[in-house]
DNA sequence: GCATAGCCTACCAAGTCTGTGGACTACTTA
DNA sequence: TAAGTAGTCCACAGACTTGGTAGGCTATGC
């Protein structure tokens, strides 16, 4: 399952791909919209943009907004970053691989399976941008 | 990802299916075999027999066996029971389902996407058997 | 130089995960 | 029927994560 967290990522992403272009928006703007507690919002996309996916401007007229064009951040990235790994095992995670001890990997029957379920689900977020989640 | 919780279970009924018609095996006989915490195997098996995938003995020539054959316990079954929802979402789970605030789920574009991840995911483990873990 | 608005640090309550310890109960065999 | 075996149940506990809150600091614009 996503984190509240990640919900929370999505949803103001989701808002400033909106606002795209239209300058920096108000932390409080995008927590009252999206009805978001303020101030774990507020670390939220403070984790974003040190991730370089969103930048700021401070003072009035400041707030946050997208570095890049919608289209150009992957849903896969804000996951790994906000949520942690897409895999269900580590022995079969790609960015966050851990050696399975007491399961030589090549003769798990669960390992294989993982690696499937793996696949089928970066098929699809690996695939998808911000942009794809506006409707 | 699968708890360690859900990777012991899945160990447990790997051996199990294995020694599957030949009698009650001992917790302590799984524990050490498989390297799992006695302790910890001990609730785990129990909430497995709860759930009727295993049945046990007690008294000497007892332990834990399958109640019914390997290939008909799903491996989507013992996630659900032991790590929760398969699906990333909520309002998007079969399961284990919750409606979602603040997004309408006619309209949301992440709630689309995660309506396809979980059927790309049950699309394999709910054709997945214990019987196809082993190698 | 003052108000604005993000930055940063610290903290916290509750829950989950990963176990451990110990007493109790049911069953088998002698 | 007594002894020994093996599962059942209950309580607890430390580490970590989740979901927040509080408050001061710093940079910006007018």
Redesign the interface.
Same mark, same amino acid.
């Given at each position: 399952?996503?984190s509240k967290k990640s919900?929370y990522a999505?949803?103001a992403l989701?808002y400033l791909s909106e606002k795209f272009n239209e300058g920096p928006v108000l932390i409080s703007e995008i927590a009252a919209k999206?009805?978001i507690p303020i101030k774990f919002l507020e670390s939220i996309l403070l984790e974003l943009k040190k991730a370089d996916i969103l930048d700021s401007k401070k003072g009035k007229g400041g707030g946050y907004f997208l570095k890049q064009r919608p289209e150009k951040v992957k849903?896969a990235t804000v996951i790994r970053l906000i949520n *942690?790994?897409i895999? =269900?095992?580590?022995c079969v995670s790609l960015y966050f691989y851990e050696r399975c001890?007491?399961?030589n990997e090549k003769?798990? *029957?669960?390992h294989? =399976?993982m690696i499937?379920?793996r696949d089928?689900?970066l098929?699809?977020?690996e695939n998808?941008t911000l942009k794809?989640?506006?409707?």
């Open positions: 399952m996503l919900q999505f949803k989701t999206k009805k849903v *942690g790994p895999a =269900m095992l580590p001890k007491n399961c003769h798990c *029957g669960l294989d =399976m499937e379920v089928a689900t098929g699809i977020v998808r794809d989640l506006l409707v």
